[in-house]
């Protein structure tokens, strides 16, 4: 993919995938249609459904999404959304392990066309695991989603793709464990420095400081910045900053990291909002405290994730290369990752067959072996209650074995839940 400057790269992009998915022939379109069954609708928004489905020549299963063609509902000049355009303009051109994978495109319908894109088969999210308090993720647990989320971004970023829009929900889960990365809506191609592009990207909670406060020109810097506030939400398993305004986010952000001023960030009072920023000189946070059952390097990471100065962000390739990726614990093999013990409604009824299987052969193969994760986290053995309740309460990281007057998983987690929120409170907001 080019990397190039301006609303025109963007535009060509859209034109020329717009121009490929609908000028095939008739007998071609056919034959990739035939070639999958719907099973069930298991999503529906604006423009588009989500249905599951069957490769017939394989058994295979895969998501297929329908985007209505209408030029009456606000469309292109194709009759498409083009925030679906520039998706399929990415996808067909990304081909890596950590990145949703586009199997397919046909079109449908006569009187109400339809344009459908195959997509591998992914069964839940990252927010879905966040939010399912009967899963306990130990630190090697993070690190290899974190691994996999930014080797995915690295490889986005190396063929000239900003995300722009990098949040749990974006991060899909399949069925072997591997994190994909998704959703290339709000996506653009890198720009030359000097371009100008919106500021009215990425879900705020997850939106960079410099386009809070007006940025027009920005780098892949503001992906990195989402993906420190993922890497937060993962180990605290909630929100890290949770505005409810523009204004309520850049006041969270200052009170949860520090106030920044221009030795932090040089250039900040040439961005057009920086007066909006509070008057209130908030001291900055002590985050080994709210992190400390993260392990080497985790919070040194964090930190130069969320960097206040853009060029100050490690990118995916420094990130990648932390102490904190080499050092104990080894990251947990995709395969081994926490999964759903119940099916996830909120994601696809019925599709995830076999996670209540793999929590049983994870939490056997933890409390057999230890090793990288129940131990080296502190949650067991002789001495260890202090360092176990400290990561049951900061971190939500903690193993599954049970050390001398250890509890179990699920008391455990019923038990963490408040405690932590109320500390992540105090030491986010004052």
Aim: aromatic letters at 6%.
């Amino acid at each position: 993919m080019a990397t190039n400057g301006g609303s025109s790269a963007s535009s060509a992009v859209i034109a020329s995938s717009s121009k490929a998915l609908t000028s095939s022939g008739p007998s071609a379109n056919s034959s990739v249609r035939t070639r999958y069954s719907k099973v069930k609708k298991v999503g529906e928004g604006t423009y588009a459904s989500v249905f599951l489905a069957k490769n017939l020549e394989t058994g295979e299963s895969v998501a297929i999404k329908k985007i209505k063609i209408n030029a009456g509902a606000g469309g292109g000049k194709d009759g498409l959304d083009p925030t679906a355009l520039r998706e399929v303009g990415f996808l067909r051109e990304m081909k890596h392990q950590n990145v949703i994978a586009l199997l397919d495109v046909f079109s449908s319908g006569l009187a109400t066309q339809s344009l459908n894109l195959v997509l591998e088969f992914l069964d839940t999210n990252m927010e879905a695991l966040i939010k399912d308090r009967s899963l306990i993720f130990t630190p090697a647990d993070v690190k290899s989603w974190m691994a996999m989320m930014i080797s995915g971004l690295e490889y986005c970023h190396a063929v000239g793709c900003l995300h722009r829009d990098l949040k749990p929900n974006n991060l899909l889960i399949s069925p072997s464990g591997h994190l994909k990365l998704a959703d290339f809506g709000l996506a653009r191609e890198l720009a030359l420095p000097g371009t100008r592009m919106t500021n009215q990207v990425i879900t705020r909670w997850y939106r960079p400081p410099e386009l809070l406060l007006g940025a027009r020109h920005y780098s892949s810097a503001v992906d990195m910045w989402s993906i420190g506030c993922i890497f937060a939400e993962v180990m605290l398993r909630t929100p890290y900053l949770p505005g409810e305004s523009d204004a309520d986010q850049i006041d969270i952000i200052c009170k949860a990291r520090g106030t920044p001023s221009t030795a932090d960030w040089p250039g900040l009072t040439s961005l057009p909002l920086h007066h909006t920023l509070t008057t209130v000189n908030h001291p900055r946070p002590n985050h080994a405290q709210l992190f400390s059952a993260a392990p080497r390097g985790a919070v040194q990471l964090l930190d130069s994730l969320l960097a206040y100065s853009p060029q100050k962000r490690l990118s995916c390739t420094k990130a990648l290369q932390h102490i904190y990726f080499s050092s104990t614990p080894r990251p947990t093999s995709p395969e081994q990752l926490p999964r759903h013990a119940k099916k996830d409604e909120e994601i696809a009824q019925g599709l995830l067959s076999d996670s209540r299987e793999k929590n049983a052969k994870r939490e056997g193969a933890q409390k057999g072996l230890g090793g990288s994760t129940a131990v080296e986290s502190g949650a067991g053995g002789a001495g260890g209650g202090a360092k176990r309740k400290a990561a049951e309460i900061n971190g939500g990281v903690v193993g599954a074995g049970t050390g001398a007057g250890g509890k179990g998983r699920s008391a455990v987690t019923k038990e963490m839940i408040e405690e932590r929120r109320r500390i992540a409170r105090k030491m986010a907001f004052g």
